[in-house]
């Protein structure tokens, strides 16, 4: 999968404005890179032009993954010495892999932080007169730090929610009269559940926008629906990773993700598979990263006025969450937006398991309502996605709560 015939095109007709920029950028970065990062200089040679960049190896993870275990704790995607860099995070390991350790410099910790107030912000229609809640742990995960950076470069006033229960969350954005929501979307249906069992009714609270990463949700129909019933607010997506950056952002129309081609460079591959390069984070750069999201572009014009590709609908899933039911390759994304159209559902989990050689799943869900019968669920399901999925009610509190990426597969061992 590295070579141009197993890509789509990575840019807009029309946009050589655009790739000039973004090739003028990726020399400029590469030409320092080689010089003095060991993980780099090792793989790629030097790029003047386009078919130069077509045939440069892609990076993959398990890569990343492996340097750092072998040069131990950073690795040696290093630009520069170690005392240049000013920040530390790392990956959330959701995946069951080693997490990375990522460094940022004083320069690409700018970087993230303009792309949050220049794009992200700005598409939601956040202004310097919000009060952004931060409704996660602020540990080491990337989680919504840059974004936090963001608000504050934008000049909005940031309220951090760490170190918080969920009910002091929901009373901490009454208290201190939140007008924007940043968490993942489970989190926030979680919070409004939570506000629901205290007695507040958080549609009443002031919340005008919420902005949502670590999972597809904000780009669900039925799950942005659901967040925006609740807080009687618009919901927007946004895409990122800690070792990439932040990729994408969610526009006026609704319906799907932009991709800021202005400071990366993205590629498609044959099966889907999104591949990034970022242009603004050469301490610690990423070029042709496998980012194992799913992804179908649209490269028309968008209703908002973005010049950026678009990835319809948003991430469909991760390359290795899919699952195969009776020969259906299927997404949690895709069965998520039909269970959120039932209200009475709280939470869900796939349960997913290989018996007598035949791959098996159930939905466990859990719901408020006593009476509530899964047949309708199961028919809506199998209408929706050509194959019959078991859904069975388990007692409330069963399944597991996440501040930040949920996770909606368990695979059990047959």
Same mark, same amino acid.
């Given at each position: 999968?590295?070579?141009?015939?197993?890509?789509?095109?990575?840019?807009?007709?029309?946009?050589?404005?655009?790739?000039?920029?973004?090739?003028?950028?990726?020399?400029?970065?590469?030409?320092?890179?080689?010089?003095?990062?060991?993980?780099?200089?090792?793989?790629?040679?030097?790029?003047?032009?386009?078919?130069?960049?077509?045939?440069?190896?892609?990076?993959?993870?398990?890569?990343?993954?492996?340097?750092?275990?072998?040069?131990?704790?950073?690795?040696?995607?290093?630009?520069?010495?170690?005392?240049?860099?000013?920040?530390?995070?790392?990956?959330?390991?959701?995946?069951?892999?080693?997490?990375?350790?990522?460094?940022?410099?004083?320069?690409?910790?700018?970087?993230?932080?303009?792309?949050?107030?220049?794009?992200?912000?700005?598409?939601?229609?956040?202004?310097?007169?919000?009060?952004?809640?931060?409704?996660?742990?602020?540990?080491?995960?990337?989680?919504?730090?840059?974004?936090?950076?963001?608000?504050?470069?934008l000049g909005a006033l940031c309220l951090s929610g760490g170190a918080m229960t969920s009910e002091q969350r929901v009373r901490s954005?009454?208290?201190?009269?939140?007008?924007?929501?940043?968490?993942?979307?489970?989190?926030?249906?979680?919070?409004?559940?939570?506000?629901?069992?205290?007695?507040?009714?958080?549609?009443?609270?002031?919340?005008?926008?919420?902005?949502?990463?670590?999972?597809?949700?904000?780009?669900?129909?039925?799950?942005?629906?659901? *967040? !925006?019933? &609740?807080?009687?607010?618009? =919901?927007? +997506?946004?895409?990122? @990773?800690?070792?990439?950056?932040?990729? %994408?952002?969610?526009?006026?129309?609704?319906?799907?993700?932009?991709?800021?081609?202005?400071?990366?460079?993205?590629?498609?591959?044959?099966?889907?598979?999104?591949?990034?390069?970022?242009?603004?984070?050469?301490?610690?750069?990423?070029?042709?990263?496998?980012?194992?999201?799913?992804?179908?572009?649209?490269?028309?014009?968008?209703?908002?006025?973005?010049?950026?590709?678009?990835?319809?609908?948003?991430?469909?899933?991760?390359?290795?969450?899919?699952?195969?039911?009776?020969?259906?390759?299927?997404?949690?994304?895709?069965?998520?937006?039909?269970?959120?159209?039932?209200?009475?559902?709280?939470?869900?989990?796939?349960?997913?398991?290989?018996?007598?050689?035949?791959?098996?799943?159930?939905?466990? *869900? !859990?719901? &408020?309502?006593?009476?509530? =019968?899964? +047949?309708?669920?199961? @028919?809506?399901?199998?209408?929706?996605? %050509?194959?019959?999925?078991?859904?069975?009610?388990?007692?409330?509190?069963?399944?597991?709560?996440?501040?930040?990426?949920?996770?909606?597969?368990?695979?059990?061992?047959?």
């Amino acid at each position: 999968m590295s070579s141009a015939t197993e890509r789509s095109a990575t840019s807009p007709p029309g946009s050589d404005e655009l790739r000039a920029l973004q090739l003028g950028k990726l020399r400029a970065g590469i030409t320092h890179v080689l010089a003095t990062n060991a993980f780099w200089r090792a793989r790629l040679g030097s790029v003047t032009g386009w078919d130069d960049f077509e045939h440069l190896p892609l990076t993959s993870k398990s890569e990343l993954v492996a340097d750092q275990a072998a040069h131990p704790p950073f690795g040696t995607n290093l630009t520069h010495p170690v005392d240049r860099y000013v920040r530390l995070h790392q990956t959330s390991g959701s995946s069951g892999d080693q997490p990375l350790r990522w460094l940022d410099t004083e320069e690409s910790w700018e970087w993230w932080e303009t792309i949050w107030a220049d794009h992200v912000y700005r598409a939601a229609g956040v202004s310097t007169s919000d009060r952004v809640f931060f409704a996660f742990s602020f540990g080491p995960f990337i989680g919504f730090w840059s974004a936090f950076g963001g608000a504050q470069r934008l000049g909005a006033l940031c309220l951090s929610g760490g170190a918080m229960t969920s009910e002091q969350r929901v009373r901490s954005m009454l208290d201190t009269g939140a007008t924007v929501l940043l968490s993942t979307p489970t989190y926030a249906l979680r919070l409004a559940g939570v506000a629901g069992e205290i007695g507040v009714d958080i549609s009443a609270a002031g919340i005008r926008r919420t902005i949502h990463a670590g999972e597809p949700g904000a780009s669900i129909p039925a799950t942005r629906a659901a *967040i !925006e019933a &609740a807080y009687s607010a618009e =919901s927007f +997506d946004h895409t990122g @990773m800690t070792e990439l950056g932040p990729t %994408g952002f969610s526009c006026s129309a609704r319906d799907g993700v932009h991709l800021i081609e202005s400071e990366f460079i993205f590629e498609v591959a044959a099966d889907g598979e999104l591949i990034a390069t970022n242009l603004g984070r050469w301490g610690m750069p990423l070029i042709r990263y496998r980012t194992g999201d799913r992804v179908s572009v649209a490269t028309g014009p968008c209703s908002c006025g973005s010049p950026f590709m678009k990835i319809v609908g948003g991430i469909q899933g991760r390359v290795d969450d899919m699952f195969t039911v009776r020969g259906v390759n299927l997404y949690p994304s895709q069965v998520e937006d039909i269970v959120r159209r039932h209200r009475e559902v709280s939470e869900f989990v796939i349960e997913h398991r290989r018996e007598r050689e035949m791959d098996e799943v159930t939905l466990l *869900i !859990e719901t &408020a309502v006593p009476s509530f =019968s899964t +047949d309708r669920l199961e @028919m809506d399901l199998r209408q929706a996605l %050509g194959v019959r999925l078991e859904c069975r009610v388990v007692a409330g509190g069963t399944l597991p709560r996440a501040e930040l990426k949920s996770k909606r597969i368990v695979r059990l061992s047959g």
